[in-house]
């Protein structure tokens, strides 16, 4: 059956589809308010836009999607609402792995995961290992991540190695810094998502995203899927990149 989404996935070209999406899912407690729903049914509905999502992304080829899932600021929110997400987190985490593993999806976490409780860190550290070995999507799940946190604790780590004469200050450049970073090893996003019309970054990936490309659009989290994410590439397949050259 053909939809609006296969003719958008038709003007996709294959060959500059972009390596690394990352997505700040905003606007569920917005979609919820709309339908005078509790914030987090709209949290459980953003989880069904993240399952579309993944699949969308692997279908066309992309190699890492980041989802911003949990910040370092989100433990403000009202208590009963961080637990909310945290067990939809776990709850979903346990329940997907199978299906992670059918679509060889690879599961990994950014972020200070050692701040999270240890029946959470230990549903991840499962999924994770589970979905080790596969290898399609890299599905990167930014929790109690904050871009300022990250940054710090690779001056730390810098810091100790130089202390200890394992590198030397001289050494330091960009690419040794970015190997302190949570993200080492993976590449910088190409294209930034922001949904529910915000214009900011907010402490998401401050370092990584210095030549990303930005697609905001007024889509809540909940209402974007396939077709949208395919917008979103289209939009980026359409731009020059030059990374400060002319
Ligand atoms: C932003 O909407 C959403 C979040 C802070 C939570 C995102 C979490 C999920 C979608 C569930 C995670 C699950 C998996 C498996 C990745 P908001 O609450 O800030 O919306 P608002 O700005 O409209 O209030």
Not at 54 to 61: I, L, N
């Amino acid at each position: 059956m053909s939809s609006d989404a296969d003719s958008l996935k038709a003007k996709i070209d294959p060959k500059s589809v972009p390596l690394h999406i990352a997505i700040i899912m905003d606007g569920n407690g917005r979609w919820a308010k709309k339908r005078n729903f509790p914030r987090t049914a709209g949290h459980e509905a953003g989880v069904e836009a993240v399952r579309e999502v993944v699949k969308a992304a692997a279908e066309v080829g992309i190699k890492y999607l980041t989802l911003y899932t949990f910040s370092v600021e989100n433990w403000k929110r009202p208590r009963e609402e961080v637990t909310a997400i945290m067990r939809l987190l776990t709850r979903t985490t346990k329940r997907e792995v199978d299906e992670l593993n059918r679509n060889n999806v690879r599961l990994i976490t950014t972020g200070r995961i050692e701040g999270l409780s240890p029946t959470r860190r230990r549903v991840l550290a499962v999924a994770t290992a589970k979905t080790k070995k596969n290898t399609g999507l890299v599905l990167n799940l930014a929790l109690n991540y904050g871009g300022r946190s990250e940054i710090i604790d690779a001056v730390k780590a810098i810091a100790s190695s130089v202390k200890s004469g394992l590198i030397n200050p001289l050494d330091i450049n960009e690419e040794l810094f970015a190997n302190y970073l949570y993200t080492a090893g993976l590449p910088d996003p190409d294209l930034l998502v922001r949904t529910s019309g915000e214009k900011r970054l907010s402490n998401f990936l401050l370092w990584q995203t210095s030549y990303t490309e930005l697609y905001i659009t007024d889509v809540l989290w909940p209402d974007f899927g396939r077709m949208e994410l395919f917008a979103a590439i289209i939009d980026y397949q359409g731009r020059e990149r030059r990374f400060g050259k002319i």
